[in-house]
């Protein structure tokens, strides 16, 4: 592995339950993320993304959970690090922003309050230089009026206000790595791109490293500059930007390609395309690709084992996927 990988997730799996009956929400999941890049890890409802990003965090549940693999932050396995030690990466070296931001601010405390804390805690800043380091960050993540918004406390600002308030906090630790998961999914679609505007703002200042989750291909386009696929808990498609939209090799790409599509053009009269059937519950998993159901191109030998996730040829530049007849797209995804 290179140098300078800050996280390198290596054959990740995530279960809940007993033995017997566990069931794998994450399964042999690996990626990389190097200082400065951002990788966007997509997929439907339920495929694992936020299970996934709960076990960099160390948050998951830790009873009833089964872990295996590793994650290395720094070189680091945090899987295998006491509670304590990853308390101190915890909102120090990695960060995490929500869906919903009004439950990771407390009500109870003033917007400039809790900023504060994390300058406190993380810069060691206190007093006039702490609230002065405040109002700088709360205008670097676009908040107008800082002085007045500064004294005011979380439901007094909208929902777009309040998640930039959470990247604020994100940047006020100087965190190595942000975890955004689905960070605009609750929020209107202006708001949705000024944070989307925001995020590539603090991209290009420097320094964000980030892992942006996202159901939506389109807004992943937007950040990343290498995307995962995730299908049923496991990967199925992975490469660089570009590369994956010019070239998707796996029907659920397409599929989602699809959606996307629909989604941004034609008239309202149009019907929204949508893949046909669900993403399969962890408690129905099959033998064979968990997309088979659903997928235009199945065989027989789709069903029977899982195909590893793999280069198709030598000149593809880090595009791998994990199907048997993979290709660009050439028949209509009905
Ligand atoms: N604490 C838990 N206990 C049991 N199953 C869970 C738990 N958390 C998540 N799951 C299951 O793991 C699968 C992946 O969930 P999740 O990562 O939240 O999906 P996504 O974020 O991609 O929508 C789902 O089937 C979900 O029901
Ligand atoms: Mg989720």
Redesign the pocket.
């Known amino acids: 592995m290179t140098g300078d990988s800050i996280l390198d997730i290596r054959n990740l799996s995530v279960g809940?339950g007993k033995a017997e009956e566990r069931?794998l929400?994450v399964q042999n999941l690996s990626l990389t993320l190097k200082r400065g890049q951002t990788l966007g890890l997509v997929?439907e409802?339920?495929?694992?993304?936020?299970?996934t990003s709960l076990a960099v965090m160390g948050l998951l549940?830790a009873k009833g959970c089964w872990r295996e693999g590793k994650i290395l932050f720094n070189g680091q396995d945090l899987l295998s690090l006491p509670e304590k030690e990853m308390n101190d990466i915890r909102g120090r070296k990695i960060s995490m922003i929500f869906q919903e931001p009004m439950t990771s601010l407390n009500p109870v405390f003033t917007i400039g309050y809790q900023i504060g804390e994390a300058l406190r805690i993380h810069q060691g800043l206190r007093g006039p230089k702490a609230r002065e380091e405040c109002l700088k960050i709360l205008d670097i993540v676009g908040i107008p009026e800082p002085e007045r918004v500064i004294d005011d406390y979380p439901h007094k600002l909208s929902g777009g206000m309040r998640q930039r308030v959470m990247i604020a906090m994100a940047v006020s630790c100087k965190a190595t790595l942000l975890i955004a998961d689905e960070p605009t999914t609750a929020l209107d679609v202006t708001i949705q791109a000024l944070i989307l505007d925001l995020l590539k703002t603090l991209k290009k200042r420097g320094n964000l490293t980030m892992l942006f989750i996202s159901h939506d291909l389109g807004i992943i386009a937007e950040v990343a500059d290498e995307v995962a696929v995730m299908y049923a808990g496991v990967v199925v498609e992975k490469a660089p930007v570009e590369e994956l939209y010019r070239r998707p090799l796996h029907p659920y790409t397409y599929g989602l390609m699809r959606a996307r599509k629909a989604e941004s053009g034609g008239g309202e009269k149009r019907r929204l395309y949508s893949i046909p059937g669900l993403v399969p519950?962890?408690y129905e998993r099959r033998p064979g690709c968990p997309f088979a159901e659903r997928c235009f191109r199945r065989t027989g030998a789709c069903t029977e084992s899982l195909p590893p996730l793999a280069g198709t040829d030598a000149q593809n530049g880090g595009h791998l996927v994990r199907c048997l007849r993979p290709g660009p797209e050439e028949e209509p995804y009905v």
Not at 45 to 51: A, E, L, M
């Open positions: 809940f069931i929400a997929g409802s339920g495929c694992g993304k936020s299970v549940p519950s962890p």
